[in-house]
Nanobody
Framework: QVKLVESGGGSVQHGGSLRLSCAVT????????VAWFRQAPGQEREGVAR????????SYRDSVKGRFTISRDSDKTTLYLQMNNLKPEDTAIYYC?????????????????WGQGTQVTVSS
């Protein structure tokens, strides 16, 4: 059974940093696409970063390239999103998500499993 639990959200000033964590429980014999999405009030949920557990390939939306890094710990039980040089536009609820197989699309509708979300607020 797949289970995802996010933590690490909070409030920071413009230019600050946060590290989000997602405790991941997945079958050890299968490859998954794991990802971070975010959703601001009144906005659609959008993909932020993703990682293929099978290939190790990562990808990011253009607005966070060079600032955010998606990674896993050594035993592969925790997914991270390191966020540096945060901007007010990054304010949103951040969700981790997973779907069996290799990463192939950004749409949130393609991810079967979701965490509960954690709030990130960046002030000016």
């Amino acid at each position: 059974q797949v289970k995802l639990v996010e933590s690490g959200g909070g409030s920071v000033q413009h230019g600050g940093s946060l590290r989000l964590s997602c405790a991941v429980t997945v079958p050890t014999t299968n490859s998954y696409c794991v990802a971070w999405f975010r959703q601001a009030p009144g906005q659609e949920r959008e993909g932020v970063a993703r990682l293929s557990t099978g290939s190790g390939v990562t990808s990011y939306r253009d607005s966070v390239k060079g600032r955010f890094t998606i990674s896993r710990d050594s035993d592969k039980t925790t997914l991270y999103l390191q966020m540096n040089n945060l901007k007010p536009e990054d304010t949103a609820i951040y969700y981790c998500a997973a779907d069996p197989g290799y990463c192939s699309a950004w749409s949130w509708t393609g991810f079967q499993y979701w965490g509960q979300g954690t709030q990130v607020t960046v002030s000016s």
